[in-house]
């Protein structure tokens, strides 16, 4: 899943359905890509708070 902007990182790739990516198992992939998808179909919006030293997907902590 790849992310046009989070904080000031630009085309961020998140996660990955099918292998654990930027410690992001699939499951929890596919639940942030559910999340976001019905966000899309219902017209609203999501927001996604990260650390404002992140510049890169790898740099963003780990919850």
């Known amino acids: 899943m ?3 902007s ?5 085309w961020g ?3 990955n359905v099918e292998t654990a990516t930027n ?4 499951a929890t ?4 890509y559910a ?10 919006s999501v ?5 404002d030293s992140a510049t890169v ?3 963003l902590p780990a919850r």
């Open 57 to 59: 997907c790898p740099d």
């Open 13 to 15: 790739f998140l996660c």
């Open 23 to 26: 410690g992001i198992n699939p």
């Open 47 to 51: 927001t996604l708070w990260v650390t």
């Open 35 to 44: 999340t976001l998808l019905a966000a899309q179909a219902s017209g609203r």
């Open 29 to 32: 992939c596919k639940v942030m």
């Open 6 to 10: 989070i904080g000031k990182v630009q």
């Open 2 to 4: 790849v992310a046009e």
